[in-house]
């Protein structure tokens, strides 16, 4: 498989749709098993499955499965989607993992009372939508946390590293994964765990900043994967 798996997956469901496999109507194999069948990860099927549902071939209903649209395939967006993929979401938490919890680490040895404020902004933000109970993702907050922390580093080569991939959290199949099924509990907890972040960098514990940080995107990786 290419890096971006899902689009030559979501090609060959689509492929199937128009042979008349899954008809319209039909209901798809559960993830578990189209990622058994074509040997590639239950995230890539997901991430394939979010692609088709942008593309108008199919819809997915939480708890129900996924189901081919009544009215067929809409080829012209499906040959958008196909000329211009979004980037990987597993793929871009994979490096987020990787990168993220040494940067907060950074951030907590080097933030100074101004990189400090620039990552109390947007968490007070989040955590006014959900003392309101805000069922919207709170995408723009959360971007400008992560983004605050990185630059609070104190070091210009990972914040030039991370900065694309706070971008990529504004693409379609981002939203289309992040934004199903979201919750007032959802803003809540993200809320929470971002405060956990705060207080860890703000105490100057590397290690706590670290671990708070990785336990943090596991936990968007488990959302949206799981």
């Known amino acids: 498989m290419p890096k971006r798996a899902y689009i030559d997956v979501a090609a060959l469901l689509r492929e199937r749709v128009e042979d008349g496999q899954y008809p319209p109507g039909s209901r798809l194999p559960a993830e578990r098993q189209l990622a058994e069948e074509l040997g590639v990860s239950r995230p890539t099927v997901r991430e394939a499955l979010a692609a088709m549902e942008l593309m108008g071939v199919v819809d997915t209903h939480a ?23 979004d980037a990987s979401p597993s793929e871009i938490l994979q490096v987020r993992l990787l990168i993220e919890p040494g940067t907060t680490r950074l951030a907590t040895v080097n933030w100074d009372r101004q990189s400090l404020a620039a990552i109390a902004r947007p968490l007070h933000a989040l955590e006014r939508a959900a003392e ?28 030039s590293i991370l900065s694309p991939l706070w971008e990529t959290m504004s693409q379609s199949l981002w939203r289309s994964l992040k934004e199903k099924g979201w919750s007032a509990a959802n803003t809540e907890a993200v809320a929470r765990e971002h ?32």
């Open 63 to 85: 708890g129900a499965g996924t189901f081919v649209r009544e009215k067929g395939v809409e080829a012209d967006g499906a040959g958008a989607a196909i000329r211009a993929p």
């Open 195 to 226: 405060r956990e972040i705060y207080e860890a960098i703000r105490g100057r514990d590397p290690d706590l900043a670290g671990f708070t940080m990785e336990k943090h995107i596991r936990g968007v990786i488990e959302s949206l994967f799981a």
């Open 132 to 159: 309101a109970r805000s069922a919207a993702h709170p995408t723009k907050e959360d971007r400008q946390f992560h983004a605050a922390i990185a630059q609070a580093s104190g070091n210009d080569v990972l914040t």
